[in-house]
């Protein structure tokens, strides 16, 4: 089975990948620019045959016959979305757009990576697939909320228009290891802080409320849709519903690491959601899935990952 990941050098897609790569009869091809990805999150596979890496950005055309696509290219933490918003607007539309062109030619099953900012600051608790969404289309996260919307939109167009087997899943608030430790996530921002005795940035007064997911049940989720029958094309939310607000979190982490860093509070990014919890009914119903892994368990694991990357870090 050949199969293209791409955004595969970065934090969900590398995970994906090490799963991928676990099955001897896969072929995986990565595909990354490395604007947000790393090559340290796929160095264990670039000498392996059944692995190739792609140095290409998805806005490109890409000419190879797959039959599977994880289709997850696109900087994905506010400050890196937000850094060239105009490239992130073309990369979830044109990034999209080619890898639809892909499938509908292979006749190759696409797995698109939506997102949870879909539904924007919602007005509904917790959100449900078909609760369409509260997004300011004009401010600065727009260009991935809208970006993204309208990758799902072009999904759903080609999946009526020439019949693509699209699968297109929501993703929420994701940690673990291979996270970017500068890429501004709330999860690594904390953990990081924490281990160098820096002060926590809790951004508003921290009642803010997300659920965090650890990766390894989001790639059994994210695996676990693109083997569902052809005409289940979602969307479905993937995310753990266990909600905590940001300050919780804080303190979660300086229990767990001992540190004594202070938690200080700094000014609440524009259009910060205020609540965010998945409702999953619909994930356990078609993948027969749920996550396993506590914020305890996913915390402590992920807390683990970042002091050895520190220590590594730290020597070169
Ligand atoms: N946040 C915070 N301190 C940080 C980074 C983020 O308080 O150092 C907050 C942020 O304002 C948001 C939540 O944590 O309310 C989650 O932020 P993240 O950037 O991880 O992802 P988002 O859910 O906003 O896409």
Redesign the pocket.
């Known amino acids: 089975m050949r199969i293209l990941v791409t955004g595969g050098a970065g934090f969900v897609g590398s995970n994906l990948c090490a799963r991928l790569m676990e099955d001897d009869e896969n072929e995986v091809w990565c595909l990354d620019n490395l604007s947000t990805g790393r090559v340290e999150n796929i160095r264990p596979f670039l000498d392996r045959p059944r692995f190739t890496f792609l140095e290409q950005d998805v806005q490109e055309p890409v000419k190879l016959d797959v039959q599977q696509i994880y289709h997850t290219a696109c900087p994905a933490?506010?400050p890196a979305y937000q850094k060239d918003p105009v490239d992130t607007t073309k990369t979830c539309v044109l990034g999209t757009l080619n890898m639809l062109e892909l499938a509908r030619k292979c006749d190759a099953v696409l797995v698109n990576f939506s997102t949870s900012?879909v539904y924007g600051d919602p007005e509904e608790h917790p959100q449900r697939e078909d609760y369409r969404g509260n997004v300011n289309p004009i401010g600065v996260r727009s260009c991935y909320d809208e970006g993204k919307r309208c990758a799902e939109s072009l999904c759903f167009d080609y999946a009526r228009e020439y019949g693509t087997a699209v699968k297109n899943i929501r993703i929420f608030?994701t940690y673990g290891k291979n996270m970017d430790p500068e890429d501004?996530?709330?999860?690594s921002?904390?953990i990081i802080q924490a281990l160098k005795g820096e002060d926590l940035?809790?951004?508003?007064d921290?009642s803010?409320t997300?659920s965090f997911c650890h990766v390894d049940d989001l790639v059994e989720g994210i695996v676990r849709m693109m083997h569902t029958p052809r005409e289940v094309t979602g969307p479905v939310n993937l995310g753990n519903p266990g909600e905590f607000t940001?300050r919780e979190l804080a303190v979660k982490v300086l229990e767990k690491t001992g540190s004594k860093s202070k938690i200080i509070c700094?000014p609440?990014?524009q259009d910060?959601?205020v609540r965010?919890k998945p409702d999953i009914t619909k994930a356990k119903k078609l993948l027969d899935w749920e996550p396993k892994i506590s914020l305890d368990e996913g915390l402590d694991r992920t807390i683990r990952y970042f002091e050895e990357g520190l220590r590594v870090w730290q020597r070169v």
């Open positions: 933490s506010p900012e608030n501004g996530r709330v999860v921002n904390f940035t809790v951004y508003g921290g803010q997300r940001v700094r609440l990014p910060d959601p965010r």
